[in-house]
Structure formats: C-alpha cells, structure tokens
C-alpha cells in the first residue's frame, strides 16, 4: 500500500493542527485527504463503500482526492481526462459533449508537497481563505438568513392578519346564505 513521504504527512498535521489527514484508499486507487468533523460512529448504514465506511468509523469527510499523475477517468464514461498541473479547474469530457452529455468535473492534479498544502490552506474556512471569498461566503450567508428571517416575519403576518379578529376580540357575524326551515327567505315577504 503507497505511502505519502512522511515529511508531507508532518507538515500537514502542523499547519492544520490535526483536522486534516491523508490516507490511501485501495479501492480507487488514490490518496484521499480528509478532515475529521465528528467523533466516530460505530453502526453505520449499509451500501456504503469501504472509504465511507472508514471515514465514518473514523469521524472523518473528504476534502479531496490526489491521484498519480496528471490523468483522472471521466466519471460519466470512465475516458482519460489530462488534468491541470497545481491548479483546480472546471473541465468537461469531449467524449461525453460528442455523445450529448453535458457535464463538468473539478480537478486538478497536485504532487503531494507545498502546493497542495497552499492549496488546502487557500480553500480552509477555519484558516487561510482569502479575503475575498471570505466575504462573498459571509455576504451569501447574511442573505441567506435575512432571507429566513423575512420568511419567518411573513409568516407571523399571515398568522396574525388570518387571526385578527380572535385576537382583537371582534365577534364575526355574517350571513350564511342559509334558509332555514320555516323561515321566509330573503326577497320573500
């Protein structure tokens, strides 16, 4: 079973204060880098594959996969897509565009030594994600909740305005259109 260089596993457990390990996974072949979220269950559900199975023993969610080399199979029809070198990019297969299929895949190829670790540390929310996505992470997020806020006001309107006259202590009388039985109806004299 490959091993990742030692010097590469100590730097990454120093600059991430443990949260993130690197691990080899016999089923696809690769590294995977995972960051530990949780404490680790024991019954877990079944159809799980062996790395979901470990990294939920184990506490962990995956944060990416490092391959050898610069090549990655396409997930729709499993032809060899070449892969950015040190850099993430979206990319799309030729075979699956000339077969009417659409999609796009994040990849990028990066050797397991600083660039990797820059990075991680690029796209961590906890240390070193750059200013601007920071702020447009922190900007949706305001939305998102002023949004749940309005929502739950809008709500609390629809409630109280359906509600008013209960709660203003208004008798509601009206006519039901109803005749009752020995009695004229209207237009009846």
């Given at each position: ?5 030692q ?15 690197i ?8 590294f995977?880098?995972e960051?530990?979220?949780a ?28 391959r050898n ?10 032809n060899a ?5 040190r ?20 990849a ?15 796209i ?18 305001a ?5 749940q ?6 709500q ?28 004229a ?5």
């Amino acid at each position: 079973m490959p091993q990742a260089p030692q010097e590469f596993v100590d730097r990454l457990h120093a600059t991430f204060e443990g949260r993130l390990r690197i691990r080899w996974s016999n089923s696809a072949n690769e590294f995977q880098i995972e960051q530990q979220v949780a404490r680790g269950i024991i019954n877990f559900p079944a159809g799980l594959t062996d790395d979901e199975n470990i990294r939920l023993r184990d506490g962990f969610f995956h944060v990416m996969s490092v391959r050898n080399g610069d090549r990655m199979p396409c997930p729709k029809c499993n032809n060899a897509l070449k892969v950015p070198l040190r850099e993430l990019r979206e990319m799309s297969c030729s075979r699956c565009k000339a077969n009417g299929v659409e999609h796009r895949v994040a990849a990028g190829y990066f050797p397991l030594d600083d660039t990797l670790i820059q990075h991680l540390e690029s796209i961590d929310p906890l240390k070193g994600m750059s200013r601007a996505m920071r702020n447009k992470i922190d900007a949706h997020n305001a939305s998102y909740t002023a949004a749940q806020r309005q929502h739950v006001l809008n709500q609390a309107w629809a409630k109280g305005a359906d509600d008013f006259t209960k709660i203003a202590g208004i008798q509601s009388v009206g006519h039901t259109g109803k005749v009752l039985a020995g009695s004229a109806g209207p237009g009846t004299h």
